[in-house]
């Protein structure tokens, strides 16, 4: 099992570039998110997904969008880069909502010049 | 109002001490409570749940008091290895909120 895995590691934008972080998980779970932490904020939510074609916005998502079109992935676009963009994104997948465990993937460092 | 606060820290004490952190959240109605550990340029891992009830896991305690609407973390016995940031997490309605999270540095 690979987890929950995250591709780039990291990436340098110009601002107005767009650009997409590819999320995947083979745990075959439901509920999907992306997150991202800024120093001394914590993680803030972007945007989840509760299975396969459903997804809703969380509490930041101006300027991302999202699909979920497999269980599996679950991309988040940078539609035109900001340097208010520049940040650590992180995916996490979860069997469901409740009390399940959260799994993040290893992060994407995103710097927007 | 942020959902979730936190101290931020740092909490430093030395190997063998008990620290405690507390957590605040301000929807009375949160379902679900978690404390996730997070070390440098990592990703978040979970601690453990939380439940009103109390529970306990080796050297970690948490506990939930949904009257004040606060959860709390109780570490015995530290270890150089418990360093790392703490965060508090609640979910309302298919959202997580996380805390900004409290360090703890461990020192010999």
């Known amino acids: 099992n690979a987890g929950v895995t995250q591709t780039p590691k990291f990436q340098v934008l110009k601002t107005g570039q767009s650009m997409t972080l590819q999320c995947a998980q083979d745990?075959?779970?439901?509920?999907m998110s992306w997150y991202r932490q800024d120093p001394g904020m914590g993680l803030r939510l972007i945007h989840y997904s509760v299975g396969a074609g459903i997804t809703d916005q969380g509490e930041v998502p101006n300027g991302y969008n999202v699909s979920r079109s497999t269980t599996e992935d679950f991309p988040l676009r940078l539609l035109s880069a900001a340097p208010s963009q520049t940040s650590v994104y992180f995916c996490?997948?979860?069997?469901?909502?409740?009390?399940?465990?959260?799994?993040f993937g290893p992060g994407t460092r995103l710097t927007v010049t | 109002r942020k959902e979730v606060e936190q101290d931020p820290g740092p909490f430093n004490v030395p190997e063998g001490a008990t620290v405690a952190f507390n957590c605040t959240y301000s929807?009375?109605?949160?379902?679900?409570f978690f404390w996730y550990r997070q070390d440098c340029r990592k990703e978040p891992k979970l601690l453990m749940s939380v439940y009103s009830s109390g529970n306990e896991d080796g050297r970690f305690t948490a506990q939930l008091n949904r009257a004040s609407q606060y959860i709390s973390l109780l570490i015995r016995d530290s270890k150089l290895s418990d360093s790392a940031t703490y965060l508090c997490?609640?979910?309302?309605?298919?959202?997580?909120?996380f805390g900004s999270g409290t360090k703890l540095n461990v020192k010999p």
């Open positions: 745990m075959n779970h439901e509920y």
């Open positions: 997490v609640v979910n309302n309605f298919n959202k997580f909120y």
């Open positions: 929807n009375s109605a949160s379902q679900s």
């Open positions: 996490a997948s979860s069997q469901g909502i409740g009390s399940y465990e959260q799994y």
